[in-house]
């Protein structure tokens, strides 16, 4: 059973940063593409970045380009999220998502996702 379990979460003020992990159970961890979401309140689940099995490509929404950076530890069985920059509209409550089909870095479709974390919530103060 793989398990996925999201840390880092926390209050924040506008302009500040928070970096996020998420640790994976399991030896196969290097075989997964990895992903970060959010969802806020009264909104569907969005995409937020992507990274490949080796952390060699990553894809972003356009609404964190250039703000988050995600990366990975293979040797930690970890994947990160890196917030900088941070806004109000940033607030949700951000889940990791393991995909073990291999399936395109530009993927961003929840449903392709295979195994989810519990979510950490960040909130962002103006």
């Known amino acids: 059973q793989v398990q996925l379990v999201e840390s880092g979460g926390g209050l924040v003020q506008a302009g500040g940063s928070l970096r996020l992990s998420c640790e994976v159970s399991?030896?196969?961890?290097?075989?997964?593409?990895m992903g970060w979401f959010r969802q806020a309140p009264g909104k569907e689940r969005e995409f937020v970045a992507r990274?490949?099995?080796?952390?060699?490509?990553?894809y972003y929404s356009d609404s964190v380009k250039g703000r988050f950076t995600i990366s990975r530890d293979n040797a930690k069985n970890t994947v990160y999220l890196q917030m900088n920059s941070l806004k109000p509209e940033d607030t949700a409550v951000y889940y990791c998502?393991?995909?073990?089909?291999?399936?395109?870095?530009?993927?961003?479709?929840?449903?392709?996702?295979?195994?989810w974390g519990q979510g950490t919530q960040v909130t962002v103060s103006s």
């Open positions: 990274i490949s099995q080796s952390g060699g490509r990553t």
């Open positions: 399991g030896r196969t961890f290097s075989t997964y593409t």
């Open positions: 998502a393991a995909d073990q089909k291999a399936l395109p870095i530009y993927t961003n479709d929840a449903r392709r996702y295979d195994y």
